[in-house]
C-alpha cells in the first residue's frame, strides 16, 4: 500500500466534542444544551428531540463517557498514542448556561484551563471548535436560534470570552462544526444541531428560508470571530469546518453531470463565503429568486469581507451520488432528495459508503476551490466492537478503514501538493454518537465501558487499533 511521511509538525491526533463525551451535563453551573434533549436512537430510529428534559427519558449525552472527571486519564492515553493534536469544543453552556447571560461562569471556564493545560503537559497541541452541535437550549426556545440576529451578539460575546481567556493555550480554532449539514433543511436534527431551530409546524419553503437566514448570522457570526480573534492574538489560526462530500453523477447523461453541479454549489457555498467573504453567483441568484434571507445589510457584506478564515478544516466520511431520476436539476432544492446509493461502493453497518479515494479527491478538490491550507479534523468508521472474553478488541476492520484513507491523504500530500495541517480522526475514544445517540457505534482506539442502554463502569482499554495508529504517528506516516 501506498505510503509517504508527512511534512515536520503534521498534527496526528483525534476529534471529539465536549458534549457527546464530557457528561456532567449539569454539573458547576452548566446549562442545558440542545444535545441534553435529545435521546438515545438507533441505526433504523432517528433521536427524538423533547421540549426541555423529560423524567424517565433516556438522553445519553447527560452523563456521556464523564470526560469531565476523566480528562487526565484520557488524555494520558492519547499522548501514549503520540498525539500532537486533540480537537474538541467548549461546551457553550458550560460559560454561558442560557446563551444570553451578561457573564461567563467562570467554573466552566477554568474546568478548560485545566483540560488545555494538561494537553500542553504532553505536548498536545489542543484544536478548538467553538460551536459544535452544542447550542444553549434558552437561545432555542426564546430567541428560535440563529433565525434571530440577536444570536450573532450572543455567539461574538462567547467567541471573544473564550479567545480571551485562552489566548496563551489555544492556537487552532474552527468557528461552527459542519456548517454545511443543514442544506437538508427537511431534517429535523440537523437543523437543531446547526442552528437551534425546531422545525415542528414549518412547511417545507418556511424550513428552507429559516435555513438561509440563520445560515447567514452564523457566517456573519463566524466573521466577525474571526476579525475580533485576530485582534486578540494575530497568532491564532481560525478555521471554518465542513462536512465535506464531493459529489459525483450516477451516470454521465447532462442531466446527472448538472445536477451534480448544482448539488455541489448548493453545498458549498457556505465554505465560499466562509473563504472568499461572499455568495457565490449561483446560490445569489437562487436565494433572491426564492425571496429567502430577507434580512442581509450592507454592513453584513463588509464583515463577511473582513472576517474570512485561515484555513478550510473538514470532516469526511463518503462521497456523494447524485441522480436526476431523483429530482431535476432545476427543481433542486433539499439536497437530500438528490442523492441515490452508489453501485460501486460497501456501506458501514449504519449505512454510510466507505470510499477512501473519495477523501484523496475532496483534498484535491478543496485545494482547487480555495488555495487554503487544509485541516482533515473529522474522518473514521463506526462500527460495533467485540470484547473477548481476556478483554482485548480486535478491530482489524477499523484499521483497515483508516489505514486505507490515510494512504489516500499522503497521496494527496506527496502527489498532489496538497498543503495539509493535519489528521484528527473522529473519536480516538469512544463516545456517544451524534446521529444516533448510541455508544454502541464506535470509533475509537480506546474502548469505553459502557452501552447504548447505559450500562458498564467506564473504565478503559486499548483496542488492537491503539497500536496501529500509535506506530503510524511515530513513524510520521510512513508505516501504515
Ligand atoms: P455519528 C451527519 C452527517 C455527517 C457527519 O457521526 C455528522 C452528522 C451528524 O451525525 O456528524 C459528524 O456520531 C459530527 C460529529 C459526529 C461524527 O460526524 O452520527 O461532526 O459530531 O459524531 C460522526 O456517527
Not at 10 to 17: D, E, P
Not at 221 to 233: D, E, P, R, T
Amino acid at each position: 500500500m501506498y505510503s509517504a511521511k508527512m511534512p515536520d509538525g503534521f498534527l496526528w491526533g483525534g476529534a471529539v466534542a465536549a458534549h457527546q463525551l464530557e457528561g456532567a451535563w449539569n454539573v458547576d453551573g452548566k446549562g442545558m444544551s440542545i444535545a441534553d434533549v435529545m435521546t438515545v436512537g438507533s441505526a433504523t430510529k432517528p433521536r427524538e428531540i423533547t421540549d426541555g428534559v423529560i423524567e424517565g427519558k433516556n438522553y445519553p449525552n447527560h452523563s456521556a463517557i464523564d470526560f469531565y472527571h476523566h480528562y487526565k486519564e484520557d488524555i494520558k492515553l492519547m499522548a501514549e498514542m503520540g498525539f500532537k493534536a486533540f480537537r474538541t469544543s467548549i461546551a457553550w453552556t458550560r460559560i454561558f448556561p442560557n446563551g444570553d447571560d451578561k457573564e461567563p461562569n467562570e467554573a466552566g471556564l477554568k474546568f478548560y484551563d485545566d483540560l488545555f493545560a494538561t494537553c500542553h503537559h504532553y505536548g498536545i497541541e489542543p484544536v478548538v471548535t467553538l460551536s459544535h452541535f452544542e447550542i444553549p437550549f434558552n437561545l432555542v426556545k426564546k430567541y428560535n436560534g440563529f433565525t434571530n440576529r440577536k444570536l450573532i451578539d450572543f455567539f461574538v460575546r462567547f467567541a471573544t470570552v473564550c479567545f480571551k481567556r485562552y489566548k496563551d493555550s489555544v492556537k487552532y480554532w474552527m468557528t461552527f462544526n459542519e456548517i454545511d449539514n443543514q442544506s437538508a433543511y427537511n431534517e429535523d436534527f440537523l437543523m437543531a444541531t446547526n442552528s437551534g431551530i425546531i422545525l415542528n409546524n414549518l412547511s417545507e419553503k418556511e424550513k428552507e428560508a429559516a435555513m438561509y437566514q440563520a445560515a447567514h448570522y452564523e457566517l456573519v457570526a463566524s466573521a466577525l470571530a474571526v476579525k475580533v480573534g485576530h485582534k486578540i492574538n494575530p497568532d491564532f489560526e481560525i478555521g471554518c469546518m465542513i462536512n465535506y462530500s464531493p459529489v459525483r453523477p450516477l451516470t454521465s447523461s447532462s442531466a446527472d453531470v448538472l445536477l451534480a453541479d448544482k448539488f455541489e454549489q448548493r453545498r458549498s457555498w457556505f465554505s465560499d463565503v466562509h473563504v472568499f467573504g461572499e455568495y457565490p453567483k449561483e446560490v445569489e441568484a437562487y436565494i433572491n429568486r426564492n425571496g429567502y434571507r430577507s434580512d442581509i445589510t450592507d454592513e453584513d457584506r463588509i464583515v463577511l469581507k473582513e472576517g474570512t478564515v485561515d484555513y478550510v478544516g473538514f470532516s469526511y466520511y463518503q462521497t456523494t451520488t447524485v441522480s436526476a431520476k431523483n429530482v431535476e436539476p432545476d427543481k433542486l432544492n433539499d439536497l437530500s432528495k438528490a442523492v441515490a446509493k452508489n453501485p460501486t461502493l460497501e456501506r458501514s453497518d449504519w449505512g454510510w459508503e466507505i470510499d477512501p479515494e473519495g477523501l484523496r479527491i475532496a483534498l484535491n478538490h478543496l485545494t482547487d476551490r480555495y488555495h487554503k491550507p487544509l485541516f482533515i479534523v473529522e474522518n473514521g468508521l463506526g462500527a460495533y466492537d467485540k470484547v473477548e472474553a481476556d478483554g482485548s478488541i480486535h478491530d482489524d476492520y477499523r484499521v483497515d478503514y483508516l489505514r486505507k484513507h490515510i494512504s489516500e491523504m499522503e497521496k494527496a500530500v506527496e502527489i498532489d501538493g496538497v498543503d495539509l495541517m493535519g489528521y484528527l480522526p473522529w473519536g480516538p475514544i469512544d463516545l456517544v454518537s451524534a446521529g444516533t445517540g448510541q455508544m454502541d457505534k464506535r470509533y475509537g482506539f480506546i474502548y469505553v465501558a459502557k452501552n447504548d442502554a447505559g450500562e458498564g463502569d467506564l473504565s478503559r482499554s486499548r483496542k488492537d487499533s491503539f497500536d496501529w495508529y500509535k506506530k503510524v504517528i511515530k513513524t510520521n506516516g510512513l508505516d501504515l
